[in-house]
Every structure is written in C-alpha cells, then in structure tokens.
C-alpha cells in the first residue's frame, strides 16, 4: 500500500472558504448543487497516453491505484481531474495529497469583478463568425447525404490581457452567477498544444487552468443509484423578463430543439440501460436555466445492477454523448475533424472525481475555458440538426461565451463575434 496522504474534513458552513484557500497550479476545484470539493497536491499520478482500447481500461487502472492509496483514518481516496473530448489525447487524473469536502457553495449574487478595462485586451476568434457559417452549411448539406443526425460545431475565442488572468478571481465570479451548475479548475500539465493558440512565449512556466461553470451533469453515482442530467436544445436568455420567458417558451414548444433533445436522450438511456436493473427516463423534457442560456433538460436516474460499475466506468460509458458529439458517433466526429480549425482538449470532455467505493460525479466540461498568464481560450459550440439555421447557431455559441465574459467582466455582447484582433 502506497503512503497515506491527509484528508481534511470541513464543515459544510465553511463551503465558502474552499474558494478562498484554491491556488491555481496545485489545486482541483469542483462545486456541485450538493457539494463542494478542493483537493490539493498530487499523491499519485495516472499515467494515461489516450487510445480507445486505454481508456476502455481506464476504470480498471484508476480502481487499481485507488486499493493502494488511502488517506489518513482509513477514509476512501479519490482520483480527480479531466478526460480530453478525444479518446487519442491523454486525461489528467491524479491521487491528491489532501481532499477537503463541504456543501453547496453559496457566494453573494454582486456584480463580476472586473479584471481588465475594455480598451485593454485583444481578441480573436477561431475560426472567424463567417467561416464558422461556412461550416454549418456544409454540415447541413451533408445531412441530405447519408446518415448523419446531428453534429456539434465549436468555435474559440482567444483573449489576451496586459496582465496576468487572476484565476482565482475568475473562480469566485463564475461560481457567484452560476449558483446552481458545476463550477470546476483543474490544473493542467504543460502542454505543446498551447503553441498553436498562445502567441505569448513567455507564458511558459505559467500554471496552466482548465476553468469553467457547466450547466451539465454527465453522470453522479451514490451507492447503487445513478443519475444523468443531459442538456440539449438551446436557446439565448434575455434581459427583458417578458422576451426571456417568450424565449424560454419558444424552446420548450421547437420542433427542432426537441428532436436534437430526443436524439441525445435515446443515447444516454442505450448507453446506461446495460447498468441497471431500472432506469427512469421522463417523456418529457423540462427547462432549465443559467445566467446566459435557457437549455432542455431530463434527469435520467437508474439503479445500478453492477456494484462494481464505478462513476468512472459510467462516465466513460456515455462518453461522448451526442449533446457534445452528434450522432452517429463516428460520422459526427469524421464531421468535427473537417469541420473545426482547432484542438478541443478538454472542451466537450468531462471532469470530475471517483473514490475507492465507486461513488463520483462527472461534469460535462462546457462553458469553459484554458488559461495560462495572460491568455484565455474561451470554448462554446451549437448542436446542428436539419433545420438548422448557420446565423442562428453563431448567435448560439455567442451567447454561451457570455459565461466567461461576463465572469471577466467584460459585457458588450458584440465581443462574442467579433471579427480579428481588437
């Protein structure tokens, strides 16, 4: 057995000083609706090179290093951290030195601090709006010539500040205005893929940061209890309570927002039905909302047949479900490739946590963003399904930057699509 590393445990009242004690480059930050977790240091690392066949073993090899670790007082460990959008690219998991837990985190509902002014940042978008159009066109065209159903486009925004990013500052603002989603931080190995999206070499012994406020639960298990909350179908919040609730109704009653839910429903259920003895999936679809987004959202809950099915297996199982992929799997992915001038990492992949019994929870890794220094690379993308409007999927993914945006303090809606460097 590997030394027993510390585990603290914190009052639930003390939620929000996890915040306070994150430090970017050591730490693993998570806030759910039900808990709050900090984790801090690295026991044991989870050598993991990517590859189908390796990350079909990875629940086997993560439950492997979990027996041989344990922290102080006989309490289970935990593994944490982020599994990349693309099974080829390597996942960062890691055995922390200390893992503290508390409930729900509640901070104040002030205005987001502001970290730079206006005139004091560049941006530029991957692929600039009207290629991004582009891309949606030919997606739609190739809906008429075979068996695709549904694909989803991303775009970035590339945001350089005079100054470095205070990610703790940026933590505490996406955490504020986003009280009941999934706000994470996870700390990232250097990598060479920074090279082709951060110009500014000097930001090289920077800490790296995958940071973000996801409205998407991937899956939670809790003993022999599962549930999934996925979201698809989208539609842009407004300021004027009248217009917003129009807003929120139009989705609700949408065709075409409904079957690009359906689709992504169907997946889920076909994907956890092989776990479970039962599994509850709503006919239905409810709404759900974040400071930027109304979204159609089921709670799919089932209980577990299979003891030893961790949230890890379960995560990976329903990995990548069509709300961040398309369907088919395969088709939607050939589609992304030719689609997309730009590495995802870990956009669309999930980040979360598993301990030695099993139990977990795993965040869709959306509304987010990588930080290193001075850079940001913000990440949003639309689902595309026949009907499907290019105008009406950039204005989409505009909108859903407005997380980090706002969370940066920097508001005009025209930033979002801004075409070259400001």
Same mark, same amino acid.
């Given at each position: 057995?590997?030394?027993?590393?510390?585990?603290?445990?914190?009052?639930?009242?003390?939620?929000?000083?996890?915040?306070?004690?994150?430090?970017?480059?050591?730490?693993?930050?998570? @806030?759910?609706?039900?808990?709050?977790?900090?984790?801090?240091?690295?026991?044991? #690392?989870?050598?993991?090179?990517?590859?189908?066949?390796?990350?079909?073993?990875?629940?086997?090899?993560?439950?492997?290093?979990?027996?041989?670790?344990?922290?102080?007082?006989?309490?289970?460990?935990?593994?944490?951290?982020?599994?990349?959008?693309? $099974?080829?690219?390597?996942?960062?998991?890691?055995?922390? +030195?200390?893992?503290?837990?508390?409930?729900? &985190?509640?901070?104040?509902?002030?205005?987001?601090? #502001? +970290?730079?002014? @206006?005139?004091?940042?560049?941006?530029?978008?991957?692929?600039?709006?009207?290629?991004? %159009?582009?891309?949606?066109?030919?997606?739609?065209?190739?809906?008429?010539?075979?068996?695709?159903?549904?694909?989803?486009?991303?775009?970035?925004?590339?945001?350089?500040? $005079?100054?470095?990013?205070?990610?703790?500052? &940026?933590?505490?603002?996406?955490? #504020?205005? *986003? $009280?009941?989603? =999934?706000?994470?931080?996870?700390?990232?190995?250097?990598?060479?893929? #920074?090279?082709?999206?951060?110009?500014?070499?000097?930001?090289?012994?920077?800490?790296?940061?995958?940071?973000?406020?996801?409205?998407?639960?991937?899956?939670?298990?809790?003993?022999?209890?599962?549930?999934?909350?996925?979201?698809?179908?989208?539609?842009?919040?407004?300021?004027?309570?009248?217009?917003?609730?129009?807003?929120?109704?139009?989705?609700?009653?949408?065709?075409?927002?409904?079957?690009?839910?359906?689709?992504?429903?169907?997946?889920? @259920?076909?994907?956890?039905?092989? =776990?479970?003895?039962?599994?509850?999936?709503?006919?239905?679809?409810?709404?759900?909302?974040?400071?930027?987004?109304?979204?159609?959202?089921?709670?799919?809950?089932?209980?577990?047949?299979?003891?030893?099915?961790?949230?890890?297996?379960?995560?990976?199982?329903?990995?990548?479900?069509?709300?961040? /992929?398309?369907?088919?799997?395969?088709?939607? +992915?050939?589609?992304?490739?030719?689609?997309?001038?730009?590495?995802?990492?870990?956009?669309?992949?999930?980040?979360?946590? /598993?301990?030695?019994?099993?139990?977990?929870?795993?965040?869709?890794?959306?509304? /987010?963003?990588?930080?290193?220094?001075?850079?940001?690379?913000?990440?949003?993308?639309?689902?595309?399904?026949?009907?499907?409007?290019?105008?009406? %999927? &950039? @204005?989409?993914?505009?909108?859903?930057?407005?997380?980090?945006?706002?969370?940066?303090?920097? *508001?005009?809606?025209? &930033?979002?699509?801004?075409?070259?460097?400001?």
């Amino acid at each position: 057995m590997m030394d027993m590393v510390n585990l603290e445990a914190v009052p639930a009242a003390w939620a929000s000083e996890l915040i306070d004690m994150y430090e970017a480059g050591s730490s693993f930050f998570l @806030a759910s609706p039900q808990r709050t977790l900090l984790a801090k240091g690295e026991a044991a #690392r989870l050598s993991v090179q990517g590859g189908a066949d390796r990350l079909k073993s990875l629940p086997q090899r993560v439950a492997e290093l979990l027996a041989r670790t344990q922290f102080s007082g006989g309490a289970p460990s935990v593994v944490v951290g982020a599994i990349p959008f693309d $099974p080829a690219k390597p996942a960062e998991l890691i055995v922390p +030195q200390t893992a503290r837990w508390a409930g729900k &985190l509640q901070l104040s509902s002030e205005a987001a601090e #502001r +970290q730079a002014d @206006a005139s004091d940042y560049k941006l530029r978008p991957v692929p600039e709006p009207e290629v991004y %159009e582009h891309s949606v066109s030919r997606a739609l065209a190739r809906f008429q010539k075979g068996d695709l159903r549904k694909v989803v486009l991303g775009r970035t925004l590339h945001l350089t500040l $005079p100054t470095k990013v205070d990610v703790n500052r &940026l933590l505490r603002n996406l955490a #504020r205005h *986003n $009280p009941h989603g =999934y706000t994470f931080a996870v700390n990232l190995a250097p990598g060479e893929a #920074r090279a082709a999206w951060t110009p500014d070499k000097s930001n090289g012994q920077e800490p790296r940061t995958l940071i973000g406020a996801s409205p998407e639960l991937l899956v939670t298990r809790t003993g022999g209890r599962l549930k999934a909350n996925p979201l698809a179908g989208s539609a842009p919040r407004s300021s004027d309570p009248v217009e917003d609730r129009r807003r929120a109704e139009a989705l609700l009653a949408s065709a075409k927002d409904r079957h690009e839910h359906a689709v992504v429903i169907e997946a889920v @259920a076909d994907a956890l039905r092989p =776990y479970c003895t039962r599994l509850d999936v709503p006919r239905e679809p409810s709404l759900v909302q974040t400071s930027t987004m109304w979204h159609l959202s089921t709670v799919v809950t089932g209980e577990l047949a299979d003891p030893w099915a961790s949230s890890l297996e379960l995560a990976l199982a329903l990995h990548p479900t069509p709300a961040i /992929c398309g369907t088919p799997t395969d088709l939607a +992915q050939e589609t992304i490739r030719e689609s997309e001038p730009f590495d995802r990492g870990f956009f669309t992949g999930t980040v979360g946590w /598993c301990d030695a019994s099993g139990d977990g929870e795993w965040v869709v890794t959306i509304r /987010c963003a990588e930080v290193e220094g001075r850079e940001l690379r913000l990440f949003a993308g639309a689902g595309i399904v026949e009907g499907s409007s290019p105008q009406a %999927e &950039l @204005a989409e993914t505009s909108a859903k930057f407005r997380t980090l945006l706002q969370a940066m303090g920097l *508001n005009q809606p025209q &930033l979002a699509v801004v075409k070259g460097d400001k």
